[in-house]
Structures are given as C-alpha cells and as structure tokens.
C-alpha cells in the first residue's frame, strides 16, 4: 500500500483508495489543486481500477454539495450531498446529534462482493454530517438509519464508496478492505 498524490505512481497503481475527511471544498481544492482530479477520472472510466471511495472521498464523486454554500463536485455518481437538517429528529420526534457520529447499522440493499464474509447489519463507524443522494437508488448497496434512511454504501461498476469508515470499524471494516483487495472491479 502507498499513500501518495503522485501521478506517476497513482497511474501504475492496480487499484485505488481515495479516503477524504473534512470539509468539501478544502477536499475539492486539493484534489484538483494536485490535478488528481483528471487522475481519478482515468482510473475510474479509461483504466476501470477497483476504486474504494471512503466518507468525503464518495461525497467527492457526487455531482454537487450543498456544504459550503455549494460545491461542484467530481461528478463520477450523478447525485448531490445534502446536509440531515437542523434541528434533525428520529422518527419518534427525538432530537438526533449532527454530526451523526459513532457505530450505526448497515443494511446490505444487494449483494456485492465486498460484502462477503459481512453480515447485513453489521455496525460500521460514521462521522458526517451530510450524506450522498445518488440520482439512481439502484446505487445503494447499504444504507444506514439515523432519522432517514441515508446511503451508506455505494457500487456502480469498478467503483464502491462509502460513508462510514472501514479503516475505523474494527472485524468487518477490515473484512472489507481485505475484500477490496481481492477484488477484480466487477460485480
């Protein structure tokens, strides 16, 4: 595993994680500041690597965001990133926290080969407070609840993102990234 921005070394690479945390327009900036942004589009769409988009990085691939005022995004997965809401309440009328952090269920909506070994309702851990609404829900391959049914996961092709974060959900986290190693791209 190499950490990098560099292009000679993303361009050789066999597959790609493209993690982001904070804010989406610092992350926009950086990532077409570093030109990853062209980078990330070859290995999505000409070179069709297995990509594992995590938190910030899946909302990245979105079409727009609504956090900061509007962002123009990657626009790799037709969607938006919208903010839960203030105040955001459960169904019962309970006031929820935002950012929604900590341990929340994942429903596996359909098989995919990252999800192997993983039961669907395993508990992965979330630190966010705006989620992706792909134009296409036949997108989501996990959701999480937390006073909506919100996209946890995502799969369209050579591509697989996130909202939660596999590098911090212990067994199964792991179980997935060990996945996406093995992983051919294809579902």
């Known amino acids: 595993v190499t950490v990098t921005h560099d292009h000679a070394a993303i361009s050789k690479a066999d597959r790609v994680v493209f993690p982001g945390v904070g804010g989406i327009r610092d ?19 000409v070179d069709r690597k297995p990509v594992l988009a995590i938190c910030v990085g899946m909302q990245s691939l979105m079409t727009t965001s609504e956090e900061n005022g509007g962002v123009a995004c990657l626009n790799q ?27 929340n269920q994942v429903v596996q ?59 911090k959900s212990h067994q199964a986290g792991l179980t997935l990234l060990k996945n996406f190693l093995s992983w051919d791209g294809t579902c």
């Open 109 to 167: 909506k359909r098989a995919h080969p990252l999800w192997a070994g993983i039961e669907s309702g395993t508990h992965f851990y979330f630190v966010h407070s705006y989620h992706v609404v792909p134009n296409d829900p036949d997108l989501v391959v996990g959701t999480f609840d937390y006073g909506l049914s919100g996209c946890a996961a995502l799969a369209r092709d050579n591509v697989f993102a996130t909202q939660f974060h596999p590098e």
């Open 27 to 45: 992350c926009m900036d950086a990532i077409s500041g570093l030109g990853c942004d062209q980078l990330l589009e070859q290995a999505i769409t």
């Open 77 to 103: 997965v037709p969607g938006e990133v919208t903010f839960f809401g203030s105040p955001h309440r459960a169904s019962d009328g309970a006031r929820l926290k935002v950012p929604h952090m900590g341990w």
